[in-house]
């Protein structure tokens, strides 16, 4: 990563909101997800890392909830992790082949973070518009990484869908797994890929 982070703001300090720039507005034409056989080192340090996930972290949040927390999943851990994985499909007496798939989890990318969503019901706001929030993050998180230099790539899989890979990877009982953001660098220049048609989703009431 070449460039600064920039300072954050602090509470109540005049913020420049709006910002004219053309290179914001490429980065949002031309984005892409890294395919996560495309990754390589170097991914970005855990000081990087946590400078990122600042600024990634800045949504939109109604009730200023936070509904989100971030695991960082890199070096040794990234075998732990997928060690864990692992440990819930031999349970269920899966084959080699799957085994090691599940193992290779992690070790796809350089860095990746685990967006947990804290979601929960709440007096005022519906458990529905922080999860919104947790969706925000996850791109912010993208599109911070690619402004860094880092190729990023969301992706899901049954370890969120499943109570013991959640467990195993230390969420509690009513947190979820919004994504894996894979981060590292692209190996590759990826392609445009087909985009749902927008003026078929464009009206006006
Ligand atoms: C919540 C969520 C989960 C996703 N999970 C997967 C996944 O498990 N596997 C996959 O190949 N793509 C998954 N994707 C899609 C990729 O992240 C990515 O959007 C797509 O491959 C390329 O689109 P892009 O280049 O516009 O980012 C997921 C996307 C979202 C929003």
Request: charged share 20%.
């Amino acid at each position: 990563m070449s460039l600064p982070i920039p300072v954050l703001p602090a509470e109540n300090e005049l913020c420049n909101a709006i910002c004219e720039s053309a290179d914001m507005l490429a980065l949002l034409a031309r984005r892409r997800s890294t395919k996560v056989v495309h990754f390589t080192a170097p991914g970005p340090s855990s000081e990087e890392l946590d400078a990122l996930i600042r600024l990634a972290a800045r949504v939109p949040d109604h009730g200023k909830l936070g509904p989100w927390r971030f695991v960082a999943i890199e070096g040794d851990a990234r075998v732990r992790a997928g060690e864990a994985l692992a440990s819930v499909l031999a349970k269920d007496n899966a084959d080699q082949a799957s085994l090691d798939k599940a193992r290779e989890t992690f070790l796809r990318a350089p860095v990746c973070v685990m967006v947990v969503s804290t979601a929960a019901a709440h007096p005022k706001i519906p458990e529905w518009e922080q999860q919104l929030s947790v969706g925000a993050v996850c791109f912010s998180l993208l599109l911070t990484a690619h402004a860094a230099g880092y190729g990023g790539c969301w992706l899901t899989g049954w370890p969120c869908y499943d109570a013991r890979a959640r467990g195993g990877l230390g969420l509690g009982a009513q947190e979820r797994i919004a994504g894996f953001i894979h981060l590292g660098a692209p190996t590759e220049r990826p392609t445009e890929r087909v985009r749902a048609d927008i003026g078929a989703r464009i009206s006006r009431f």
